[in-house]
C-alpha cells in the first residue's frame, strides 16, 4: 500500500482518534483535539474536534476508499453503526441536527464523519468546513465536552 | 408543516433539482446550476452545481430529518440508491473521488449529497463546502457538463 513512510495511510497506521468500539470489520472512535489528544498517546489530534467536540467516525477497518467498494450486506453493517452513533448522540445531545459525511478526499479510507451540531456552534448552519459564522462560545463548547463521556459510554456499549 | 409560506420546506415544495427518477419512497435528481435551471421550469438554481457539475441527490419523499429516523428497510432502500449514483459517476466519469453527505442544516428534511469530484476542480481536496483553492477551469468544467447527459440517462434507467 505504500512505497514509503509519507505514503503511509494514516487510517491503517493509526485508530484514527480515541478507540471506542473495534470489531472485524470496523471501529467507532471520537476525534480528539489537541488538549485531548495530548493526553492519550498514539492519538493524532484533529483541529475541527476543538470547535466540534461531539465528532465521532465509524472507520472501515480495510483500505477501501469509496462506498460502492463494499458489497450491500457490509454497507448495511457500516450504517448500522453510523445510525447508532447518530442515536447516541441524539439521545444524549439533543442535537439541532446530526451532520454525516464520507468524504475521503485527503485520506481515501473509507470514514465516515457523524457529527452532532447546535444552533450555537461556531458554522451553524453552514457545514463544518465551510467559514466560521462566530467565534466557538467557550462556555457552551465546555458544557458540551462535560457530556462526552457519557456519549463515549454508551457508543462503547453498543452491539452492532 | 408550516405556520406560513416562508417555513414551507423546500424540498417538500420542490423536487430539489432535475428529476431523473421518482419511486415512492425516494427520488435522484441533478442539482441544477443557475443557466441550466433558466431553462427548467421550477427548477431552484444551486450555485455549487456551477463549480461541481457531477453535483445529484438521493431525497427522501417523506419531511424527514435524520437518518436515523429511517427503518433499517428504509436506510437500505435509500443506500442502494446513493451506491447507484455513485456507480453511475464512477463508471461514466471516473472521478478522483465521490463525496457524499447528508447534513441538512438549513434545510433538514433527509437528502444525500452525491458528488463526483476532481483533482483539478476549484476546491480539491477540501471539501466543496470549503474556501476555493484555485478559479473553476472552465474548459474542465465545459467538458465534464458534455458527459452529464449519459450520466442523467443511467440514473433514469436504474431499478433499485
Known sequence: M??????????????????????????????????????QPGVQPDALAEAFPAYYRVIWNAHVAEWSD????EQGLCMRAVSAVERVLRHQLQPSKINLAALGNVVPHLHWHVLARFDWDSHFPAPVWAAAARPPPAERLHALRQRLPACDAAIAALRL
Not at 509519507?6 to 467507532?28: D, M, N, S
Not at 463494499?70 to 450486506?73: D, M
Request: proline share 7%.
Open 2 to 39: 505504500s512505497a514509503g513512510p509519507e505514503l503511509i495511510c494514516p487510517l491503517c497506521a493509526h485508530e484514527g482518534g480515541v478507540l471506542l468500539l473495534r470489531q472485524h470489520k470496523l471501529r467507532i472512535v471520537r476525534v480528539a483535539g489537541a488538549p485531548d489528544a495530548a493526553l
Open 70 to 73: 463494499l458489497s450491500e450486506a
